[in-house]
Nanobody, 125 residues
Framework: QVQLVESGGGLVQAGGSLRLSCAASGRHFSAYGMGWFRQAPGKEREFVAHITRDGGTVYADSVKGRFTISRDNAKNAVYLQMNSLKPEDTAVYYC???????????????????WGPGTQVTASS
């Protein structure tokens, strides 16, 4: 069992930056691949980024070059550095944990076992 809690969301002007954190409790954090998803009002939850157990990264095309995912296994934490934020980045951001290591399915919500409650990010124009 893994419990996840996100933090670091807030209101920022377009072009600004935020750093999200996800703190994990429970055992064997390093065994999990970690993902970030987001959900805007009236829209489905969508994939943002993933970091594998070994540190490999995958990004959605919409955030590539602007967002960076990282992890610190010693602190049981995963981070999402978001730069050059756009109004369309506005959403609730969720971190999630998975045991799968298939790159084909990492963008799919169904492979993630544990989810945090989310943190709101608002980028104003």
């Amino acid at each position: 069992q893994v419990q996840l809690v996100e933090s670091g969301g807030g209101l920022v002007q377009a072009g600004g930056s935020l750093r999200l954190s996800c703190a994990a409790s429970g055992r064997h954090f390093s065994a999990y691949g970690m993902g970030w998803f987001r959900q805007a009002p009236g829209k489905e939850r969508e994939f943002v980024a993933h970091i594998t157990r070994d540190g490999g990264t995958v990004y959605a095309d919409s955030v590539k070059g602007r967002f960076t995912i990282s992890r610190d296994n010693a602190k049981n934490a995963v981070y999402l550095q978001m730069n050059s934020l756009k109004p369309e980045d506005t959403a609730v951001y969720y971190c999630a944990a998975t045991l799968t290591d298939s790159y084909v399915s990492l963008s799919t919500t169904g492979v993630y076992l544990y989810w945090g409650p989310g943190t709101q990010v608002t980028a104003s124009s």
